[in-house]
């Protein structure tokens, strides 16, 4: 499902205290497409998920999913958080299997469908494990399996990844591109970190800093598997550093050397 940003603002509070968090900006997320965003802290990056989403509404312009207006959370989009957010008290299988429950999902096929996601995750052997027998990455890799159990049409993802360590990282990195390789569903990835981005995307998205707009929309054309150590990976961790380092210090385009 595409995913549209018709001119949207977003304002928190009331004057002289207001912030303008996103100004005047238009993006679409095409169908299938994985799409990273990209900017400075502050500049609205999880402001658009959460309007994609439901949870938040715009103050001005329209958010539309499928072609439809967004006026709430639904069950065609899913989204994943940094904070892993598993239940203590349920073990993993009984952790992916709480959005199904809520459905009234039978017992057999709440199972069916666990299993599936513990195998594709490989969780299997931990599927009666609690949270806290597991690591960060495993943790992530259930509330991962827990968001694609419901088969949400659109992902959306902010920082999934930014409390684990950087080999898990790359990893659950990895696992993400080869599931969504699969079904193409639509993704909208938030993260800081630029080789997250260009390892992830196949567009990428770079924000102004607040108010957020769009300072640069860039197709990732690298074949996957990508390498990081790559000329072309390196030349476009250069343009992006640059784009990225103007925002944070207020340098102007015209003063890039």
Same mark, same amino acid.
């Given at each position: ?68 207006? /967004? @006026? ?6 899913? +989204? &994943? ?8 008290? #349920?073990?993993? !299988? ?95 990835? /938030? @993260? ?6 260009? +390892? &992830? ?8 800093? #607040?108010?957020? !707009? ?44």
């Amino acid at each position: 499902m595409p995913i549209e940003f018709d001119t949207v603002q977003k304002v928190f509070g009331k004057p002289p205290s207001q912030v303008i968090a996103l100004d005047g900006l238009s993006l679409t997320v095409n169908d299938g497409e994985f799409m990273c965003i990209l900017g400075p802290s502050g500049c609205g990056k999880s402001t658009l998920l959460f309007m994609a989403s439901g949870l938040e509404k715009p103050t001005c312009g329209i958010v539309r999913n499928d072609g439809k207006t /967004v @006026t709430g959370p639904g069950a065609d989009r899913g +989204m &994943l958080f940094q904070q892993f957010a598993l239940f203590p008290w #349920r073990s993993a !299988r009984r952790n992916i299997e709480f959005g199904l429950e809520i459905r009234g999902i039978s017992a057999e096929e709440r199972w069916n469908r666990a299993r599936k996601w513990l195998d594709i995750m490989g969780l299997a052997p931990f599927a009666n494990a609690y949270p806290h027998q597991l690591s960060g990455g495993m943790q992530q890799r259930i509330a991962i399996a827990r968001l694609l159990v419901n088969e949400p049409e659109v992902l959306l993802m902010d920082e999934p990844f930014a409390s684990l360590d950087a080999q898990t990282r790359t990893a659950l990195g990895e696992e993400l591109v080869r599931v969504w390789q699969q079904d193409q569903r639509t993704v909208l990835f /938030v @993260t800081h970190s630029i080789d997250e981005a260009i +390892m &992830l995307a196949d567009r990428l998205v770079v924000m102004t800093r #607040r108010p957020g !707009r769009i300072k640069a929309d860039m197709p990732i054309r690298l074949a996957r598997p990508r390498d990081s150590a790559s000329d072309e990976f390196n030349h476009l961790r250069k343009t992006i550093t640059d784009l990225i380092r103007h925002e944070v210090h207020g340098i102007p385009e015209e003063a890039n050397p």
